[in-house]
């Protein structure tokens, strides 16, 4: 017996040391520790004076016919996310960290294999109900079981969520270490279990839902736009991760069908700001704009140091057209990014050669060790370049003939198996045609695509471009009924579960996840799960540079372009903090300066005399 009961305390030890290690905590980091302590005040990039108030109205292109912004089924108005909190904040002037928001405090062990999030009593909902342990549960199961595909794959490494008290709530995780789960779980938007009893959550609405972030729905206007309005009685106001920020009383945004009366109306003064995508339109459209020209809008680019991500024209795999590699690599040799740099894009931007651009995790040069090491034991599944060679998308002179790329494209068709016949691409053993559809979501891409298939043509290939409206190209690629398309894949500087939604096997058959390529690779997937158990920030850097070797020598996308900078335009009533944090500028910073709205009004109204 003293035997057995010695054994039984022993192993008992264990846990009870690891129980008194957990200490409640105010913040946590991906890797290392969070850069603002305990007491810390607000973030180092806010103006924690900035005066409240005044209305800014923006534009949405397209439309919005859905309140729900969790699901697939609908499309949602820009910002509904202001009406929803989550347990834990983000910073934008760290990698990823995040710092109590609805959760005053975090347990969590060493090894991370669960969490917990202690709930602030002061938080609740715009119906005044208290957020419970229950809300959070509640919101956890639904996002996963009814919600989009992103959150059964983003979720997919949570095992449980339970309600241990009324304002303390548990979250435990199956499989390998995966340190980015904790934060993850901070950032799920909260829902109202009582209000959602109400209503079926996997269908489009009219209704506001009922959340408890900084902002309510204030008015709806089915396919002209959404108001919302700041709450005076915000529970979290006073937190330090809310100190200097969503200033502004009113945020209106009004719903545009076209890109081009979008910008006209902005220059009409009908709304107050935009971000520019389009490097066209910054060059040609706003330095003679007669409120740019008076100083009474604002047109500037402001630095970034975030990662761009990859955009490109994307290849679906499910296409058995682009099954083979050597295709995929003679559509990116017919592309003449250099041409369209200074033609159609006037020199703003940079050849993307990472789906991690901009970034310290991006792979360059020859693979370190490290890299090898995690990539030689697929050297027979992966291309020979991956090993010996530095990915380098195609280049040209610019001079719109980019004769030796077709050339090089031509041979990798023939080694495919295609021939030219009477100037038409066909496949040497069936004689069907190469052709296919560039499908669109905005004719902002009709200039890029049309002189990119004037160049497929020269190779014989029969490619067309169908520009749609946003339901119905949303509809397409929720479905990837498409043969090529323009993507893009945000990156952060902490890159994890999100990439099983970007370039899972399991994602691939998933409706309207972001696997847009349909890749199915056992390598990447394995890649990936070593990216998510990452136990430092030096493996985590190796492992996603060694992913990203596999992404690019894929050649799955023919890569586009980026900028190292964020362009707006604004009429000038703004004030902003002094401090541009890593991530870019933060708008939810911004404020109304009361005196350049003023002076504002004043010349505005001088000028329609």
Known sequence: MKRLFLLLALALVPSLVQSGEVKPVHGIAMHGS????????HFDYVNPQAPKGGEVRMAQIGTFDSLNPFIVKGIP??????LFSTLLAASADEPFSEYGYVAESVEMPDDRSWVIFNLRPSAKFHDGKPVTAEDVVFSFTTLKTKGAPFYRLYYAGVAKAEALESRKVKFSFAG???RELPLIVGQMPILSKASWAKRNFEETTQEPPVGSGPYRVESVEPGRGITYRRDPDFWAKDLAVMKGRHNFDRIRIDVYRDATVALEALKAGEYDFRQENESKKWATEYKDAPGVKSGLMKAETIANQRPVGMQGF?????RSLFQDRRVRQAMGLAFDFEWSNKNLFYGQYTRTQSYFA???LAASGLPSPAELKLLEPFKDKLPPEVFFQAFKAPATNGD????ENLRAALVLLKEAGWEVKERRLVNEKTGAPFSFEIL???????????PYVENLKKLGIEASVRTLDTAQYKSRTDAFEFDMTVDLWGASESPGNELREFFGSQAAAMRGSRNSIGLKDPVADHLIDLVIAAPDREALVSRVRALDRVLVWGHYVVPHWHIAYDRVAYWDKFGRPAITPRQGFQFDSWWIDAAKAEALSKSKANAGR
């Open 34 to 41: 969070p850069k603002y302590g305990p007491d810390f005040k």
């Open 77 to 82: 108005p820009t910002d509904i996310g202001l």
């Open 176 to 178: 390998e270490a995966n």
């Open 314 to 318: 994307v290849m679906n795999q499910r």
């Open 358 to 360: 901009n970034s310290d």
């Open 400 to 403: 719109g003939n980019p004769r």
């Open 440 to 450: 669109l979501g905005s004719p902002a891409f009709e200039r890029i695509a049309l």
